[in-house]
């Protein structure tokens, strides 16, 4: 059994390095597109119409390190691409914490254009604590499951670090402490029919500041861990599906002509694959919803104990 681990974990380890140089020039395309979205915001309005030129300046750091990355992942990809995985994840990092530079020091309340409305307070909240731009990037660069199961949640710990000034900001909102009110018993109500017993354990009633320190936590694991890593495991396992058919069928052509070796191979490549331990425990179409929402249940539950 020992022996069969590892050719199984060679091949594993080369479909991932495969990946991660395929993914290089696609990198190359998403960090010059974010640099020039974000170089776009700063010049258009904390420029020209905050006039918050020191705040332009820090922020415009991020599109610098992103022109850097562009200019290694498109010259030197051969380089790049071992390194990719903690690349991308710094990058992403930096990108959250010039998100919350730009959040809590613009000229703006962006919590004000929720307009009072509470699913669109939701939509600002995965906007102000980057929740939104993490699972964007993440889903973009496809790295690997085994890489984002622990990669995801520490960047989602980032947002929830910084949930004081981010809710402070969002308590000098005209209308927002109403709102967020509303989008918590709305949240609340929700995430208690799937997991009672646990659900009875948090406080239902919370001054604001622990409404939005949940609410905030909650989106931050859910929008930018749990949902881009779904994805990502979907689109990972089909893609190594495809890769491992790809090998049974070169093994086949080459036995045919009469590689011993090769069919040697081919008969290991026709057998059936575990894959990675994961795989077993993506779930079927129907069953997504009902364990996403169980599992959003359950952050919200833990993110009610923990912090309140």
């Known amino acids: 059994m020992p022996v069969m681990l590892v050719p199984q974990f060679n091949e594993k ?5 495969l990946e991660d140089e395929q993914f290089a020039s696609s990198d190359v395309l998403g960090f010059r597109t974010a640099s020039r979205m974000l170089l776009t915001l700063l010049l258009l ?4 119409i905050e006039r918050l030129y020191g705040l332009a300046t820090t922020a415009a750091i991020h599109s610098l390190v992103l022109e850097v990355l562009a200019l290694v992942a498109s010259r030197y990809p051969a380089r ?44 600002w909240f995965c906007i102000g604590n980057g929740a939104f731009y993490t699972a964007l990037c993440s889903v ?20 929830v670090l910084r949930s004081g ?19 918590f018993r709305v949240l609340e109500m929700l995430h ?3 997991l009672p017993p646990l659900a009875q ?5 919370l001054p604001p500041a622990l409404q939005c320190r949940v609410i905030n936590a909650w989106s931050a694991v859910m929008v930018g861990a749990a949902v881009p890593l779904a994805i990502q495991a979907f689109w990972e396992l089909a893609r190594w599906q495809e890769y491992q058919q790809r090998r049974a069928a070169a093994a086949l052509a080459a036995a045919n002509v009469g590689d011993p070796a090769a069919a040697a191979l081919a008969a290991v490549e026709l057998k059936e694959d575990d894959g990675e331990p994961w795989h077993s425990l993506v779930p079927t179409g129907h069953c997504m919803p009902v364990e996403v929402l169980l599992f959003s249940s359950l952050v919200w539950s833990i993110a009610a104990l923990v912090l309140t």
């Open 140 to 159: 973009h660069s496809r790295l690997s499951v085994s890489w984002s199961w622990w990669a995801l949640p520490a960047l989602a710990l980032l947002p």
């Open 165 to 183: 000034s981010l809710c402070a900001l969002l308590m000098r909102a005209p209308g927002a402490e109403l709102a967020l009110a509303r989008l």
């Open 192 to 194: 208690r029919v799937p």
């Open 45 to 48: 309005r904390t420029t020209a």
């Open 80 to 123: 790049y691409a071992p390194h990719r995985r903690w690349l991308i994840t710094l990058a992403i990092a930096h990108l959250s914490a010039t998100i919350h530079l730009l959040t809590i020091n613009g000229g703006m309340n962006i919590f004000a254009l929720a307009g009072g409305r509470p699913h669109h307070l939701l939509f």
């Open 201 to 205: 354990l948090s406080v239902r009633d």
């Open 13 to 17: 380890e080369a479909f991932h390095r």
